[in-house]
């Protein structure tokens, strides 16, 4: 049974400089205190952590088994010293963190039931690149990450909470803009905005696969700016976005957005903090839960 923390936190800062000499500079003890008290650790748990050959020490499989469990279990416990301090402050704030792929609209939308049911709570939604929206998820700092497709959640918890309908955004002007509906076939030869490269956005792989699908390979140019509502990337770029924004004219008359067929639907994937619980998170995931289930 873990019984301090604090002894997990030194194994994880041992494993990771790969010396109890570097480990113990870097958490200002002595080396035979450091070696004492990872030792008691190895007790309480009944298994070995390390090999040790002279100075040289390597992980056992339990060892790594501990270092993959202990880092998002010590960033739960941070989060929980947070938000404890936070309650006896008085101060109450949610943040919710999105990837650019995702509008504020957008997720005010998934968020309505949080909010609704906490009408006591601020709500804060933070633009972060999916690198930058992971690592805040992990260190407590974003309560809550959305982000478009589904992607592999490592240390992370993660559930589907939504999807979104995708259609295609282009030049007012374009010999498609007329249509009321566009077949993605359709789109054989016209170049894509991508608001990442694929192999380094889910959602731009996502847009690739379903072209794919189609029976054609897209020509893609990545938008030169970052941040901006995606209906843009057809003025920034002079190609074809596909997006998820509803159907009809925009950006000051100079973009329209048309229907896409057959259907396509991007999910939006919910990721957040393992070992930890919220209220707020359970009214989120139980309305997408409900509405999964009621169509």
Known sequence: MLRDLRRVEQFVTVAETGS????????????????????????????????????????????????????????????????????????????VGHSPALSGAEVYELMEPAIDAFPDLSFTFRQLYPD???????????????????????????????????????????????????????????????????????????????CRRAGFEPDYVVSRVQGAAMVAAPVTTGAIAMVTAEPGITMGGRVRVVDLEPTLLVPVQAVWQRHTVSAVRDAVLTRSETERISR
Do not use: K, N
Request: charged share 15%; glycine share 10%; net charge positive.
């Open 20 to 95: 109890f000499t570097s480990a113990a500079g870097r958490l200002h003890l002595s080396q035979q205190a450091l070696s004492s008290s990872v030792r008691q650790l190895e007790i309480d748990l009944g298994v070995a952590l390390f090999t040790r050959a002279g100075r040289r020490i390597a992980l056992t499989p339990a060892g790594a088994a501990l270092l993959a469990e202990s880092r998002p279990l010590l960033a739960a416990a941070r989060t929980v010293h947070a938000h404890v301090r936070t309650a006896a402050s008085g101060e109450h704030a949610w943040v």
């Open 132 to 210: 930058v929206l992971s690592a805040g998820v992990r260190d407590g700092s974003v309560q809550l990450g959305l982000r478009r497709g589904i992607a592999p959640t490592g240390d992370l918890s993660g559930a589907v909470i939504g999807y979104h309908r995708v259609r295609v955004a282009m030049d007012s002007a374009h010999r498609l803009a007329g249509a009321d509906c566009v077949d993605i076939a359709e789109l054989a030869g016209e170049r894509l905005a991508l608001w990442a490269p694929p192999g380094s956005s889910y959602f731009s792989d996502f847009l690739m696969s379903a």
